[in-house]
T-cell receptor, first 111, second 114 residues
Framework: GENVEQHPSTLSVQEGDSAVIKCTYS??????FPWYKQELGKRPQLIID?????GEKKDQRIAVTLNKTAKHFSLHITETQPEDSAVYFC??????????FGAGTQVVVTP | DTEVTQTPKHLVMGMTNKKSLKCEQH?????MYWYKQKAKKPPELMFV???????INESVPSRFSPECPNSSLLNLHLHALQPEDSALYLC?????????????FGPGTRLTVL
């Protein structure tokens, strides 16, 4: 089945700096890769997603890149702000339609 | 209405109790999901309903029994749970027909089994 690995597990950044989270997946048939943000005590919320026929997607301060050959994808957050502090999960949807999540990255943005 | 709602928000139950978790959405989504999330871990898929029929059961113990009475409602019946079943139970829904459809999560029910 699909296996998604996510690194790092924790990430501390100064406000204004960039944050990068990396994920790899194993199922070459996976073709949809969403990123969820989960604040403490809240539900996971989709912040950006990318399809396998696209290499990069950007939405304001957030961007995601996908390398299908290497089977890895990354989340980039620029100009980080304290409200970016949360747990971020990458995910990959496999050929059966199941979303497999990475282990999560705790991002802490310090003022 | 663009939200998935869940009740109750919190639930404390003993190992001999029977309780139910409820999930509702009015976005016309025909796929609904139950996930279990332990602290500091990702959501783990439990069940998937497609067009009100159970399509995926991730080898979940029979003490968890899902039910989808109609296209807007999803229940999870709990019986004879164990303390290790304490977790956040998340419901989600999505459109069907495309592999790119976003899953919308509810706020979850925080379950404690004593």
């Amino acid at each position: 089945g699909e296996n998604v690995e996510q690194h790092p597990s924790t990430l501390s950044v100064q406000e204004g700096d960039s944050a990068v989270i990396k994920c790899t997946y194993s199922d070459s048939a996976s073709n949809y890769f969403p990123w969820y943000k989960q604040e403490l005590g809240k539900r996971p919320q989709l912040i950006i997603d990318i399809r396998s026929n696209v290499g990069e997607k950007k939405d304001q301060r957030i961007a995601v890149t996908l390398n299908k050959t290497a089977k890895h994808f990354s989340l980039h957050i620029t100009e980080t702000q304290p409200e970016d502090s949360a747990v971020y999960f990458c995910a990959a949807r496999n050929s059966w339609g199941k979303l497999q999540f990475g282990a999560g990255t705790q991002v802490v943005v310090t003022p | 209405d663009t939200e998935v709602t869940q009740t109750p928000k919190h639930l404390v139950m003993g190992m001999t109790n029977k309780k139910s978790l409820k999930c509702e959405q009015h976005m016309g989504h025909r796929a609904m999901y139950w996930y279990k999330q332990k602290a500091k871990k990702p959501p783990e898929l439990m069940f998937v309903y497609s067009y009100e029929k159970l399509s995926i059961n991730e080898s979940v113990p029979s003490r968890f029994s899902p039910e989808c009475p109609n296209s807007s409602l999803l229940n999870l019946h709990l019986h004879a749970l164990q303390p290790e079943d304490s977790a956040l139970y998340l419901c989600a829904s999505s459109l069907l027909g495309s592999r790119y459809n976003e899953q919308f999560f509810g706020p979850g029910t925080r379950l404690t089994v004593l």
